[in-house]
């Protein structure tokens, strides 16, 4: 069964710009959960989807959204970025909201 | 506000050393407890989930046990192929259940 997909693989954008990043689940998985990885704060939680509706939201700005489509590919979009939005993002998908999450290869994005 | 604290932030290790590294967890309620593996630059893989005090599971050199208050990822004579981050996670009963995560035992088996 394949795995989690994430695209891109890597990104570069300036401040201001705003970037949206794809997720496919494994297959028969309905949940996707996003989060953010950086050196200093180590793997944060975003926000998780389930059946394309979002069951919950981490602590970010309202610049961070998301949404998930009826055959459960989900999208983030960070609007106006920041400098210290440069992180590993990652996606992980599970067959319901509270199962074993399985995370993707992650979108490395460099803002300058 | 469910936690999780990972100890020691890194270790090095000779091959075929065996180690341990702990995991400690404040949570309203213990839905599961995850263990990870992550090689740089790579996503997360999936080891190991634990539900209830007294629970082990075992994978090759790995094993993962369980207590009411931390959790130990045993390394049974390590190869240099075994180097990795290894992170811990805990999902709540109570409140929005979503996954918090420690920051991580950076593990080094040197040959």
């Known amino acids: 069964k394949a795995g989690v997909t994430q695209t891109p693989r890597y990104l570069i954008k300036t401040r201001g710009q705003q970037v949206t990043l794809s997720c496919s689940p494994i297959?028969?998985?309905?949940?996707v959960s996003w989060y953010q990885q950086t050196p200093g704060q180590g793997l944060q939680f975003l926000f998780e989807?389930?059946?394309?509706?979002?069951?919950n939201k981490g602590n970010f700005p309202g610049r961070f959204s998301g949404r998930q489509f009826s055959n459960s590919r989900s999208e983030m979009n960070v609007s106006t970025l920041e400098l210290g939005d440069s992180a590993l993002y990652l996606c992980?998908?599970?067959?319901?909201?509270?199962?074993?999450?399985?995370f993707g290869p992650g979108t490395r994005l460099t803002v300058l | 506000e469910d936690q999780v604290t990972q100890s020691p932030e890194a270790l090095r290790l000779q091959e075929g050393e065996s180690s341990s590294l702990n995991c400690s967890y404040t949570?309203?309620?213990?839905?599961?407890l995850f263990w990870y593996r992550q090689d740089p630059g790579k996503g997360p893989e999936f080891l190991f989930t634990?539900?209830?005090a007294g629970e082990e599971k075992e994978k090759e050199r790995l094993k993962a046990t369980l207590t009411k208050k931390e959790s130990f990822l045993h390394i049974t004579a390590p190869k240099p192929e075994d180097s990795a981050t290894y992170l811990c996670?805990?999902?709540?009963?109570?409140?929005?259940?979503?996954?918090?995560f420690g920051t991580g035992t950076r593990l080094t088996i040197i040959p």
């Open positions: 297959s028969g998985h309905r949940s």
């Open positions: 949570v309203s309620g213990l839905r599961g």
């Open positions: 996670a805990v999902r709540s009963n109570f409140g929005n259940e979503k996954l918090t």
């Open positions: 634990l539900y209830s």
């Open positions: 992980a998908s599970s067959p319901a909201a509270t199962d074993t999450q399985y």
């Open positions: 989807y389930f059946s394309e509706t979002q069951r």
